[in-house]
């Protein structure tokens, strides 16, 4: 059962992927064209030259873009699947559906909002190239973190739930959660890296399709493979 769920996570997320891809060409790309161009012209102002391109941007935003978009949404799908095998039947009496539909919110949350929040997407042309090592640390440890509340928050969920009822403990275990994650999110490195001049528009347009990006890929997650776990268990 194991082995089929984890296959099925990996389907979906294929599908997943592509959905992802065709939104990432539709909203994504064109703000990181922006910013490129932006990125550009400061560099000609300064009178330097344009680095070299490892990889055109013709490849980067087709092949490139579709061949990473895929591959993610299978290992995120196939992780999925793992994490739906041991939950099934150890959260509440819920159906496959709901469980899914509860498990694409809940990952979506943990690992994908609330780092944004602290540590926002950020379009070419953003950031320093000496800090990239402090950012990308920061940024997975406070995922980490994130998750291992939301994982805590759960279990705590339990224990409050028979004391408080039901509501009450939804409740106090999803405020656990957001004082968990906002105490250590508090005391991790803050980073503002945006150039002057850099336009605000573009900055928030890139940041809310980052956010969008990731919706699609876990709603198409949570309700795909929760509609094909149903009809299965059927």
């Not at 490139?64 to 799908?77: I, R």
């Not at 469980?99 to 609330?114: K, N, P």
């Not at 780092?115 to 997975?140: C, D, M």
């Not at 994650?181 to 528009?201: Q, S």
Request: hydrophobic share 55%.
């Amino acid at each position: 059962m194991t082995r089929t769920l984890l296959l099925r996570g990996m389907l979906v997320g294929l599908v997943a992927g592509l959905l992802v891809f065709a939104f990432a060409r539709w909203i994504g790309e064109p703000q990181v064209e922006r910013a490129i161009a932006f990125e550009t012209a400061a560099d000609q102002a300064k009178g330097e030259a344009p680095e070299p391109e490892m990889v055109s941007r013709r490849v980067q935003k087709s092949a490139g873009l579709l061949t990473g978009t895929v591959v993610f949404g299978a290992a995120v799908g196939g992780l999925f699947g793992l994490v739906f095998a041991f939950a099934y039947g150890r959260i509440g009496e819920i159906g496959p559906r709901a469980l899914a539909a509860v498990l694409g919110a809940l990952g979506y949350v943990a690992v994908v909002l609330v780092p944004n929040l602290k540590y926002p997407a950020n379009p070419p042309a953003v950031g320093s190239a000496e800090t990239i090592g402090v950012r990308t640390g920061a940024y997975f440890l406070l995922i980490a973190v994130s998750i291992a509340a939301m994982v805590f928050s759960l279990q705590m969920r339990r224990g409050f739930a028979k004391r408080f009822g039901e509501w009450n403990g939804s409740l106090l275990a999803a405020a656990l959660f957001v004082v968990v994650v906002g105490v250590v999110a508090h005391f991790m490195p803050a980073l503002d890296e945006v150039p002057a001049g850099f336009p605000v528009t573009l900055m928030w347009k890139f940041r809310v399709a980052a956010l969008e990006i990731q919706a699609v890929l876990w709603g198409t997650l949570g309700l795909g493979f929760g509609w094909l776990t149903e009809r299965e268990h059927r």
